[in-house]
């Protein structure tokens, strides 16, 4: 890796981050913040990127205080995102269950426009000083002390370096949006359990309404039912269905748009960081979105690989192996409360997908390169 240089007080400690989503520019803002040049390359996407519907996702409550931190908080509330002010959950034998976030400590969660939350994270590194490299840049790089690894699930820096990315399972997202006829009257977000996976509805900031189903790659519907068979799978979850159908969306409409299918494991990388490099956000682990902390999690960790490498600027030999162990105990106690959560559904314990999640699931022993 000739582009990385020791830290030293002989040239100006400049970090280069793979990566253009949430964990990569909350690790921006947090280096900018404490006097560290960034350059941030994005990944190459293909031109079929483009075409997907626009993309919702979920922040908890936890959030708010670590948008503060970035100092993007003011311009969230002004962005038009959707309060969430519950979450509804079929799972588990006692049936629908419910979370008011209304007497939250911490404030409601919020339903989010990633095209605008990610513009703003953008905006807050750019007036900060982030220098932006295009991703088909040919030009000979400058030197960086450091390299941040935020390229997602498919960890590519990192595993460049050697590292292996461990799998406990090989879950599927399948998402799809479309539009509503009627205004959402709950605001609530809803996880429904089903033999095969389970979904998650929840409305979407312009008009739309996100839907998510989750399975294994071998439990999915065929290629060649394409998006009819994942409609089929919806008949299997009433409570998602008419909902749907109560705010006018049409079935139909998913079928008509583009949709993504997406990796959803629960994953780690072997190690986090080697000589002069560390991996944050996705790239360093994968949660089960069951957990319905992703950008939550994305953030703290941006700004925890942030203060590792200010560390190491400042002498700390330390800093990274620190910085890896928080990130082992933290995958740790997401393996437990998962574990925990998957048990709790007993209805369909006779089904693959959660006898699958009954016995621990990941084990640190399955791995891939891919």
Do not use: K
Request: charged content about 20%; hydrophobic content about 40%.
């Amino acid at each position: 890796m000739s582009t990385v240089r020791p830290p030293g007080r002989q040239l100006p400690f400049t970090v280069r981050i793979i990566g253009d989503g949430p964990a990569a520019l909350a690790t921006a803002i947090g280096l900018l913040q404490g006097g560290v040049a960034v350059r941030c390359r994005p990944p190459r996407r293909p031109a079929t990127a483009s075409a997907l519907p626009p993309r919702a996702d979920s922040l908890s409550p936890g959030g708010h205080a670590l948008l503060a931190r970035l100092g993007v908080a003011e311009a969230f509330a002004a962005d038009g995102h959707l309060p969430c002010h519950a979450h509804a959950c079929d799972w588990g034998p006692g049936g629908l269950r419910h979370l008011d976030f209304i007497s939250h400590p911490q404030g409601s969660a919020w339903q989010v426009d990633r095209g605008r939350f990610d513009g703003r994270l953008r905006e807050r590194a750019l007036a900060l000083g982030l220098q932006w490299e295009p991703p088909d840049n040919t030009e000979a790089a400058p030197p960086v002390q450091a390299i941040v690894d935020a390229s997602g699930r498919s960890s590519h820096f990192a595993r460049r370096q050697g590292a292996r990315r461990l799998r406990g399972d090989r879950q599927l997202a399948w998402l799809a949006s479309a539009p509503a006829a009627h205004a959402p009257g709950d605001g609530m977000s809803l996880v429904e359990a089903t033999a095969d996976g389970w979904w998650y509805s929840a409305p979407a900031p312009g008009g739309r309404w996100s839907l998510a189903c989750f399975t294994d790659a071998d439990l999915r519907p065929s290629p060649a039912q394409g998006h009819a068979g994942w409609l089929q799978r919806l008949a299997a979850a009433p409570r998602t269905l008419d909902r749907l159908i109560a705010h006018g969306v049409d079935a139909r409409h998913l079928a008509l748009q583009p949709a993504r299918l997406l990796a959803a494991d629960s994953s780690r990388l072997d190690r986090f960081c080697g000589s002069g490099w560390l991996a944050v956000g996705d790239a360093a682990m994968g949660f089960d979105p069951l957990s319905a902390h992703g950008l939550t999690v994305a953030l703290q960790s941006g700004l925890h690989a942030a203060q590792a490498l200010i560390a190491l600027r400042d002498g700390d030999a330390q800093a990274l192996p620190a910085y890896a162990a928080r990130l082992a105990d933290a995958f740790d106690a997401y393996q437990r409360q998962r574990l925990a959560l998957y048990r709790d559904e007993t209805r369909h314990a006779c089904h693959r997908y959660w006898q699958r999640r009954r016995h621990g699931g990941y084990d640190g022993t399955t791995s891939s390169s891919n």
